[in-house]
């Protein structure tokens, strides 16, 4: 079964404005963490931010900020002040407290428009 | 270096032949993984290894699939009589240790395309 859900293959976005890229995630383990990578077209994966399951707060990251909801177990990725250089993949990804790997999503590909 | 090194970068096989990938893990991390990330997809987990231990190899796709890391280091993925479908781009990453919170950093990857 898929551990981790993006529904949104592609996403756009004009320059400056705010996006929401969507995460949804499945694990009965009550410990785990969930990461959002960026994947541009060069290739590499860049490790955005990170949120424990047990944070009270979610987590930012200059214009990256995490909108956690555990009990939907959704773990959504906010872009702020969206730049051209922001167009990339982007993978949500979760680890597991009973296992050792990142589980990635399928990607979400967003386009910033100028 | 700094950051994680694989080589080569791409490689063009022909079908039936085995080929070997080559990833360098950052000096110190003790935790490395293996990836394969087809056209357009997610990636998908292969291998994990601790130290030179592979305690989960359950994303292997079939016995054609193998890979060892040696000193703590050094790991080679190998693929035996290549299919077509062998085709992608295959991601080795390591991190420090093996935390909840612990991000792992990524090589550049080896495109593999089998002809």
């Known amino acids: 079964a898929q551990k981790i859900t993006q529904t949104q293959p592609g996403m756009f976005v004009q320059e400056k404005e705010a996006v929401t890229l969507d995460c949804t995630y499945d694990?009965?383990?009550?410990?785990?963490?969930l990461f959002w990578y960026k994947q541009p077209s060069s290739g590499e994966m860049i490790f955005l931010i990170y949120?424990?399951?047990?944070?009270?707060q979610n987590a930012t990251e200059g214009r990256y900020s995490l909108n956690f909801q555990k009990a939907r177990k959704s773990a959504n990725l906010v872009i702020s002040a969206s730049q051209l250089g922001d167009s990339a993949m982007y993978f949500c990804?979760?680890?597991?407290?009973?296992?050792?790997?990142?589980?990635f999503g399928k990607g979400t590909s967003l386009l910033v428009t100028p | 270096g700094a950051g994680v090194s694989q080589s080569p970068s791409n490689k063009v096989t022909e079908k039936g032949k085995d080929v070997e990938l080559r990833c360098d893990p950052i000096?110190?991390?003790?935790?490395l993984y293996w990836y394969r990330q087809s056209l357009g997809q997610g990636l998908e987990f292969l291998i994990y290894?601790?130290?030179?231990?592979?305690?989960?190899k359950s994303g292997l796709p079939s016995d054609r699939f193998s890979a060892e890391r040696t000193g703590g280091s050094v790991s080679t993925l190998t693929i035996q009589r290549t299919q077509q479908e062998d085709s992608a781009v295959y991601l080795c990453?390591?991190?420090?240790?093996?935390?909840?919170?612990?991000?792992?950093?990524f090589g550049q990857g080896t495109r593999l395309t089998v002809v």
């Open positions: 990453a390591s991190s420090f240790r093996t935390g909840l919170n612990t991000e792992a950093f």
């Open positions: 694990t009965s383990d009550q410990s785990y963490g």
């Open positions: 990804a979760m680890r597991e407290v009973s296992g050792y790997a990142l589980n």
């Open positions: 000096s110190g991390h003790t935790a």
């Open positions: 290894f601790q130290g030179n231990s592979a305690p989960d």
């Open positions: 949120q424990g399951s047990y944070d009270e």
